[in-house]
């Protein structure tokens, strides 16, 4: 059994700069299913397609943004943490509207990967205000959760594509600076 679990885990010895390039989200009310490789299970961890008739909204990321996760008891505890700079009254706004909703998240990676969590339920999104001392950076932490009974998955990049939004403020959680709206290709 424990040749079977650890025959397909390769170490490799690539330069991995990680990082995190993009967060998007999806209330959790829009979200139809995840279509797994092979039209199977999750067992793969890998997901062909998100159904939803609804797209993605981006949210700021920053360098420093990191997705965490552990395992325990047949629970995953995921994480994920980005910087919003600047305090503003609509930031401060939008983020309270999109604290009391939940979220399908997904994220892309420096690599071009890219992942999602909080199928099931939604993750939550709350924010603290930092206004740091004299020469320090001021804006928002912003921490999104979920305890899961499903571990991260990956998605398929090439089917999530991301389009500038024109003239309209309505698909937007909180941006540091390009505003754009993601969707999934058929």
């Known amino acids: 059994m424990t040749c079977r679990l650890l025959q397909n885990i390769k170490h490799t ?9 993009g967060i998007y989200l999806l209330d959790i009310r829009d979200f139809g299913a995840y279509q797994f490789t092979d039209e199977g299970l999750f ?22 943004s ?7 008891n047949g629970i995953y505890k995921q994480g994920l943490t980005t910087f919003v700079h600047t305090i503003k009254g609509e ?13 399908l998240v997904a994220f892309r990676t420096s690599q071009g990967l890219m992942y999602s969590f909080g199928s099931d339920g939604g993750a939550s999104l709350s924010f603290s205000q930092i206004t740091g001392q004299l020469g320090e950076t001021s804006g928002y932490q912003i921490s999104i959760s979920k305890n899961s009974v499903y571990p991260l998955f990956e998605i398929d990049a090439s089917r999530f594509n991301t389009i500038p939004v024109l003239g309209t403020e309505e698909r937007q959680i909180v941006m540091t600076e390009d505003k754009k709206d993601a969707i999934l290709t058929e």
């Open 13 to 21: 010895c690539d330069y991995n700069p990680g990082g995190i390039t």
């Open 43 to 64: 067992s793969k961890c890998y997901v062909e397609r998100i159904k939803s008739d609804v797209p993605f909204v981006e949210m700021g990321a920053v360098n420093e």
């Open 66 to 72: 990191t997705f965490t996760e552990t395992q325990e």
């Open 91 to 103: 930031k401060s706004s939008d983020l309270l509207l999109a604290s009391t909703n939940k979220y």
